[in-house]
């Protein structure tokens, strides 16, 4: 007889891996029937809502109590695989030497392995937590979620009506620090913020060198941007996660850490800290990343214009307005630059709402007694920005018991991602923990 599906997690990844979704273009749709046809044959209620018919997103809802639902949510759509050498086939599945290889292992069909056969298993154990559990598998997340979680928010947001709390991306994976093994649970999310500098001066034949001309410019702007850092802003969620470090470490080293608190000290300690300093610069600062360069047309013709593409992460709360101030307080005197915001990800922001950390926290030790948990501001962005707008304090979940040798952020986006099958075996044993206690307290 086959062991059910929600008892293999391992093999339900091997399976959601080998559906191509990589996005662009996306074609989440067969995955998104597979998971729809389990979570149906378990007896769950589904329904299916598309802006784009190949590009759907799966909502399946297990009854509970009168308590408001809880909202699990992630992607099955993919980075692309071009130009990266794996030692398994990407799209494979394959189980070898523990681990379930293949594009979308941690990000994120690990995570959505785990909360599907979570709701299985509750399905067919006959939990009743206090309030539904309502599950949402999304397409087109890592293209901005246009079709997938803000698709939902926009035009649907009577399906989530009182939840207030959700369950996504990043969080829940060890972060080893001087000998401690934290588990940092993501409870606040930087916002995305891209720019557009446009850069202008006098063109000119090549033949006569420029000093100060557009590239001079360019270069002025570059070099100040990217050895400068943006003024040091502490938030309530950086402070919570300095301050569970610095109450694992040992005395001096807590002093350092707690050092990191005061505006005039935190940018000197980040200079010492090593390795350290590159987690905890992008949660204490916004930042600002230059990525592309467009400009010129002929080798031997100075440019007149070029333009460039920034990366801004800004803290939440912090205004693009806000933003641009202190990029132009780090330019300076850059002459012919002029800033444009072409997207920004974000909106007023709700207060952080811890209310569901101690269960989560509970849930992590008793499957792993010696985590230690602390809350977590993603630098990155995930789909719990869109909820966010409805008023739903979203967590970044996805719980992994790695080994130490395993580099989990290394392998995110990169050629061999890759996780232990008993990993996943014990973010399922988590989820399914937090499932059952839900509002028992």
Known sequence: MTTPIHERPGDLLSELIRFETVNPPGNERACIEYIDGLLTEAGLATETLALEPERPNLLARLPGGDAPPLLLQGHVDVVPTDGQEWDEPPFSGTREDGFVWGRGALDMKGGVAMMVTAMLRAAEEGVEPAGDVLLVVLSDEEMGGDVGAKYLVENHPERFADVEYAIGEFGGFPLRIDGTE??????????????????????????????????HALGEL????????LPVR????????????????EPERAEQLRGLLDPDRTDDILDELGPLAERLDPILHNTVSPTVVDGGGKVNVHPAEVELKLDGRLLPDVTPEEFLEEIREVVGDVEGVEFEVVQFDGGE?????????????DALTENHPEAVPVPFLLTGATDGRFFEQLGIQPYGYTPLKLPPSFEFEALVHAANERVPVEAVEFGTDTLSTVIREYGST
């Open 182 to 215: 934290f588990y940092p649970i993501q409870v606040a999310e930087k916002q995305v913020c891209w720019l557009e500098a446009t850069v202008t001066g006098r063109g000119g034949h090549a033949s006569r060198p420029q000093r100060d001309g557009t590239m």
């Open 222 to 229: 570059l070099t100040r941007l990217t050895e400068q850092r």
């Open 234 to 249: 502490i938030t309530p969620p950086a402070r919570e996660f300095v301050e569970a470090l610095a109450a694992e470490a």
């Open 349 to 361: 922001s709700n207060p952080v709402d811890m209310g569901l950390f101690d269960l989560l926290s």
